[in-house]
């Protein structure tokens, strides 16, 4: 083909010489650029090559790895604390063991929990756990019942102080109990002690522990020691082993103060005539008196002594209360100990709640049934109460529970 023009280099692969020097540079450009965008086209195929292979290097070793975890060998050593949240996973669980170094791997707690569906009921709350567990070993300890740390139950009708029992020993109250749960485990010195609890209860801030703010003037009132009673609904608490006396009763009050709420303090005071500490106070006497069935009968007789010039509320828990006794029956000295929770001698409601109240004795207290009866009395051996309109009927009731045996 004749190449007159000069368009086609020849096979040295030098462009033609062109008849003029100005057509000879713009050829020698148009070279440059067709032999640059070669080099680059050249350089990103080298490019995409090596990612290929790369991801096919990479895919290989992770197919490799498969099935294939860090996993502690032995049963583990020392001790070690860890919290499993309300809605952890599996995973999550894991994850928290392997950040305290129980197991090595997240992958060795969950491959060895795979078929145990008892895992899956795990409560939150605080684990007692060894450092450096297999797997296996990991999964099995935490579901037995000795992990389990920290957790305190309180019960409706408990008070704060340790109760004398009829063997002349003693029962632990709810601050004891918040202290000893403090204890990581055997031998732990991170304990806080009975005695630490007791001081921080007595003479914290209020406020700062959490109380709600419609109970402090009431609570502020009365005997340090005493000033926290009623505070604290019942419930299963998670105390953190280890942690500071003031920042476990902020936990549980702060938490017990939402329960109330929902029971209805104080908002539901208002049609009662009482403050809302008064109300709770009733609840705790409802508590304290009588079998959660009869809770708004019993309630009833306290506002109808309450309103009734010259009669005395009269009841024995408040008696045996400040003397640490959980039982009823008082005997007639205690009666005539004087007191400000001596409703025998003394006119109105005690000065505070005696017990915990569940949240059916703080609706009693808060609704009241409708009757008109001032008396009543334990007359069967379950507890059950009869309920008499005057001091007649009242004690031909004592004396059918003296026959039945109720008291």
């Known amino acids: 083909m004749s190449d007159d023009l000069g368009l086609f280099a020849d096979d040295s692969g ?32 080298l490019f995409v090559l090596l990612l290929v292979g790369g991801g096919v290097v990479y895919g290989a070793s992770q197919f490799l790895q498969i099935g294939r975890f860090e996993d502690y060998p032995g049963p583990g050593t ?7 949240k309300a809605g952890d ?16 791997s997240t992958k060795a707690f969950v491959k060895a929990a795979e078929n145990n569906r008892q895992i899956n009921g795990i409560q939150p709350g605080f684990y007692l756990m060894k450092q450096k567990m297999s797997g296996q070993g990991a999964v099995a300890h935490i579901l037995s019942p000795a992990a389990k740390t920290g957790r305190v139950e309180i019960r409706g009708g408990q008070r704060l102080e340790d109760q004398l029992t009829p063997d002349g020993g003693h029962s632990p109250g709810i601050l004891t109990k918040l202290a000893d749960a403090t204890c990581a485990g055997a031998g732990s010195n991170q304990c806080t002690t009975p005695e630490q609890m007791h001081e921080v209860a007595a003479t914290a801030d209020l406020a700062s522990l959490g109380v709600p703010e419609w109970a402090i003037e009431g609570a502020s009132k009365a005997e340090p020691k005493r000033r ?6 019942p419930g299963i608490y998670d105390v953190k082993p280890g942690e500071k006396p003031d920042e476990v009763l902020r936990q ?5 103060a939402a329960l109330l709420e929902a029971a209805g303090l104080p908002q539901a005071a ?7 500490y008064e109300v709770l106070i009733i609840a705790s006497l409802v508590q304290s008196e009588g079998i959660e069935g009869d809770f708004p009968k019993v309630s009833r007789v306290i506002y109808n002594r309450l309103t009734h010039p010259v ?6 828990s408040t008696i045996n209360y400040p003397l640490d006794k959980p039982v009823l029956l008082t005997k007639p000295e205690d009666r005539k100990r004087p007191g400000p929770y001596n409703t025998y001698e003394n006119y109105g409601l005690p000065p505070t709640p005696i017990s915990t109240v569940s949240k059916e004795a703080v609706a009693a207290a808060e609704k009241p049934a409708e009757g008109t009866w001032k008396y009543f009395v334990k007359c069967y051996p379950d507890g059950t109460s009869c ?19 109720a008291f």
């Not at 020392?78 to 499993?84: D, F, K, S």
């Not at 549980?252 to 017990?256: A, D, E, K, L, Y």
């Not at 009669?311 to 024995?316: A, V």
């Open 311 to 316: 009669i005395k509320l009269g009841l024995d």
């Open 387 to 405: 309920f008499a309109n005057n001091q007649q009927e009242h004690d031909a009731y004592i004396e059918e529970a003296r026959k039945r045996g």
């Open 252 to 256: 549980v009050i702060t938490r017990s």
């Open 228 to 233: 926290l009673e009623g505070l604290l609904m």
């Open 89 to 104: 996973t599996v995973s999550a669980i894991g994850s928290s063991l392997k950040q305290a170094d129980v197991v090595a």
């Open 14 to 45: 030098e462009p033609p010489r062109p008849s003029g020097r100005r057509q000879a540079r713009e050829e020698r450009d148009r070279f440059r650029r067709r032999r640059r965008r070669r080099t680059v086209t050249a350089l990103a195929g």
């Open 270 to 276: 208002e049609g009662t005539g009482h403050s809302p």
């Open 78 to 84: 020392g001790e070690a604390v860890v919290e499993v």
